[in-house]
């Protein structure tokens, strides 16, 4: 008898920005927080425009749409940064 383990992505269900941090809820409970420097369109914007994001299919990725910005869940829990961040 054999069994698989079935690899499932989280998804968001919920984002906030605070001054430093990119906050975001996964549907399995966990937290995720990363550095708002990963991703300098992010960093730079007002309240505003970070509050104005869109999930996207089903919560798999979050795009905003006021800054060109798209962001994966996969790529959040693999440390992705933006190839627009620079040390």
Not at 27 to 44: C, E, Y
């Amino acid at each position: 008898m054999s069994s698989s383990a079935v690899n499932t992505i989280p998804h968001a269900t919920l984002v906030r920005c605070t001054s430093d941090e990119l906050v975001v809820s996964l549907s399995d409970g966990r937290v995720l927080s990363v550095p708002l420097a990963w991703f300098p369109r992010l960093a730079h914007a007002k309240p505003e425009k970070l509050a104005d994001f869109e999930l996207l299919g089903d919560g798999e990725g979050i795009h905003w749409p006021g800054l060109d910005e798209d962001i994966s869940v996969l790529g959040l829990l693999e440390g992705r940064k933006s190839v627009e961040y620079r040390t």
